[in-house]
């Protein structure tokens, strides 16, 4: 537990927007990151975007910047971790399972140093990328203790489908954390659904872009950390940053309290049950 949460109820979170240029190599973007994330103590969890260390874009390269989870971008932040006492959700790396498969792998460490949660994205990308071609989807989802209460891991595209997240909150994710590689054309989606997923199921979503341009594609950048009613408390520019802000892990279960949506919710099979007869009822 680090300083922060010692001396308070809140838990401070950094917000690590990070760009990802074509000239810098792998190893030269996981050593400047591990000196950044070393430059900022003081959080309580720490959370990157999607791919950085590879570079989202950089398709043609997945099978050469693949790693295993005890490669160099997890190692990075398995050793950044137990030196600022404090969880690292490293975004997600280009994983190769033991098959010689590729996944799109979130992982949270923490503050021990500890691998404490892996999620390979279910939802791979497929408009105008090539994601889909190239990585297998996941097929397991998890919950685990974190700094903000019961944290679930999810994948920029997996915004999109609210019966992704309806399994979360069922299975009791009071936190979910959204790294991305979320584009500049389409930021007001981002805005969008990060409001509307922390409202539907009353949780706090961390969601960290990147940023900057790979290719001919400008990230949008806008990391923000929205409450469990919906508000933005914090939301970065369009460049490199780390934005720290405060959030009250008690917050989740006052919300739920105040205006009891997560109680009221039918089980999935109850809605499937309803009567597709048209007209009023009787």
Not at 47 to 74: C, I, K, M, N, Q
Request: hydrophobic letters at 45%; charged letters at 20%.
């Amino acid at each position: 537990m680090s300083p922060a949460s010692q001396q308070s109820p809140t838990r401070r979170i950094a917000l690590v927007q990070l760009a990802s240029p074509d000239g810098e190599s792998q190893a030269e973007r996981i050593t400047r990151v591990e000196r950044l994330l070393l430059a900022h103590p003081g959080a309580d969890l720490y959370v990157l975007p999607e791919l950085w260390s590879a570079g989202y874009f950089a398709f043609a390269r997945y099978g050469e910047l693949a790693e295993t989870l005890d490669g160099p971008t997890v190692s990075m932040g398995r050793r950044v971790a137990r030196e600022l006492g404090a969880a690292v959700h490293l975004g997600s790396i280009v994983e190769r399972d033991a098959t010689g498969a590729l996944h799109n792998t979130a992982v949270l460490v923490g503050a021990d140093g500890r691998v404490v949660q892996t999620y390979r994205k279910i939802h791979v990308f497929g408009y105008q990328s090539l994601e889909a071609e190239l990585l297998t989807p996941g097929t397991t989802l998890s919950v685990v203790p974190g700094p903000l209460g019961a944290t679930a891991s999810t994948t920029c595209y997996d915004l999109r489908f609210p019966g992704l997240w309806q399994e979360l909150s069922a299975r009791g994710a009071e936190a979910v954390i959204v790294p991305a590689a979320w584009p500049a054309a389409r930021r007001e989606h981002w805005r969008l659904l990060t409001q509307a997923r922390a409202v539907e199921h009353q949780v706090w979503v961390v969601a960290v872009n990147a940023c900057g341009t790979q290719g001919d594609v400008e990230l949008g950048g806008h990391s923000r950390l929205v409450d469990p009613a919906g508000r933005v408390l914090a939301e970065c520019g369009d460049a490199e940053e780390v934005r720290f802000v405060e959030a009250d892990p008690a917050l989740v279960a006052a919300v739920r309290r105040e205006f009891p949506v997560i109680a009221d919710r039918l089980a999935d099979e109850a809605y499937r049950a309803l009567s597709a007869l048209p007209g009023a009822e009787s």
